[in-house]
């Protein structure tokens, strides 16, 4: 289980640390600039964004080891795109 512990301080211009509880690592967040917040951290949207990369980019990692495929290096660009259209959630499931 992960665990992860908020300090926040000041209102919305304000900016808040989390902190991983079994190794203390810490992330800093905050509210965006042009929502009115101070922008001294990662945003919610940023997050999200790289988790997504997170997600793939350590898949792939993964079955590269899998398939003993030898890896150097690779980067990668994440972006995440605001609309104002409607929202479309889109749901992938494997079939048997």
Known sequence: MTKLHLDWAGASKGKGVYQRESDHETLNIAIPEESGGSGEGFAPRDLLAS??????????????????????????????????????????????
């Open 51 to 96: 988790s997504a990369g997170a997600c793939l980019s350590l898949t792939l990692v993964s079955l590269m080891d899998v398939r003993k495929l030898p890896v150097a290096n690779f980067s990668m660009d994440t972006e995440l795109q605001k609309k104002t259209e409607n929202i479309k959630l889109c749901i992938i499931q494997k079939s048997s």
